[in-house]
């Protein structure tokens, strides 16, 4: 298996209330970025909003054998995330995946 950090952009149309965003990072957590070593190294966070253009950036290691399934998982992850804090793909689209970092075992 191999660890990709995946980065999942898209734009807040809904509100974030404070308690929103605690269940949204609460949910991110078990896929945090910061538990590789390219993550801590980067200084990744698992979310990250431009409260000025309303655009955010889910960043989640995924364990995969390749980059779609990496993609495909992330997305799985960051879609039930958004829906745990009350947003959903009308009030939180997701552009496409991309792969910021591999680390091989």
Known sequence: MTTYLV???GTLL???TPAA???LLRELS???PRHTALGEHEDLDRFTLDEENSTFVIR???QAATSGEAETE???IGTAALASAGLDEN???MGPAAISGIDTE
């Open 21 to 23: 965003r605690t269940e």
């Open 14 to 16: 809904g509100e974030l």
């Open 7 to 9: 980065a999942l952009p």
């Open 74 to 76: 992330a997305r799985r």
């Open 60 to 62: 989640l290691e995924v």
């Open 91 to 93: 009030s939180a689209p």
């Open 30 to 32: 078990p896929a945090d």
